[in-house]
T-cell receptor, first 113, second 114 residues
Framework: EAQVTQNPRYLITVTGKKLTVTCSQN?????MSWYRQDPGLGLRQIYY???????DKGDVPEGYKVSRKEKRNFPLILESPSPNQTSLYFC????????????FGPGTRLTVL | AQSVSQHNHHVILSEAASLELGCNYS??????LFWYVQYPGQHLQLLLK??????LVKGIKGFEAEFIKSKFSFNLRKPSVQWSDTAEYFC????????????FGGGTRLMVKP
């Protein structure tokens, strides 16, 4: 089944404790992206990647890192999480950036205490 | 930067009522437009998209949207809603001065009363 998977689905952590949220897609998509969803603000793009070893900042990159060492994986790293990073995070992938539907993962609900 | 506005934050309708959700974007150049839906507890799914051609786009589940370039709008419509349409709806845009970045509106929560 074609899908985007994220792990973990739920995470409660404390300020300053490094964490990684994994994202993997099995559709051989070139384009991958991370969003955060906050009430009333919709989804805001954190980082995106056009292909392996190519990443770019989105709208709200501060406090986040990403890497794209393999085509299928695009982990999101929070080196020193803070409470304002409490949010619902979605990973997405598509065959290309412009003209293709983005397929979304199930989401990761992160709480930083 | 590109911005997308969805003016209706919450909409409550009875079954069989007609639906129109507004979406306006800020950039006047060539853009690609999308509507996504998020059913309760689920991830986002594409409803429809517009890249070029006929400005009236038909999507899944009886939804359609009309691109009006002069108004920078891409409103979503459905002639007769069902209880199962209860969800949050997001308009999104890429292209223009935002380049590859997909910019979402703030979302509209639709509740359909049976």
């Amino acid at each position: 089944e074609a899908q985007v998977t994220q792990n973990p689905r739920y995470l409660i952590t404390v300020t300053g404790k490094k964490l990684t949220v994994t994202c993997s897609q099995n559709m051989n998509h070139e384009y991958m992206s991370w969003y955060r969803q906050d009430p009333g603000l919709g989804l805001r793009q954190i980082y995106y990647s056009m292909n392996v070893e190519v990443t770019d900042k989105g709208d709200v990159p501060e406090g986040y890192k990403v890497s794209r060492k393999e085509k299928r994986n695009f982990p999101l790293i929070l080196e020193s999480p803070s409470p304002n990073q409490t949010s619902l995070y979605f990973c997405a992938s598509s065959a290309g950036a412009y003209y293709n539907e983005q397929f979304f993962g199930p989401g990761t609900r992160l709480t930083v205490l | 930067a590109q911005s997308v506005s969805q003016h209706n934050h919450h909409v409550i309708l009875s079954e069989a009522a007609s639906l129109e959700l507004g979406c306006n974007y800020s950039y006047g150049g060539t853009v690609n437009l999308f509507w996504y839906v998020q059913y309760p507890g689920q991830h986002l799914q594409l409803l429809l998209k517009y890249f070029s051609g006929d400005p009236l786009v038909k999507g899944i589940k009886g939804f359609e949207a009309e691109f009006i370039k002069s108004k920078f709008s891409f409103n979503l419509r459905k002639p007769s809603v069902q209880w199962s349409d209860t969800a949050e709806y997001f308009c999104a845009v890429n292209g223009g001065n935002a380049g590859n970045m997909l910019t979402f509106g703030g979302g509209t929560r639709l509740m359909v009363k049976p």
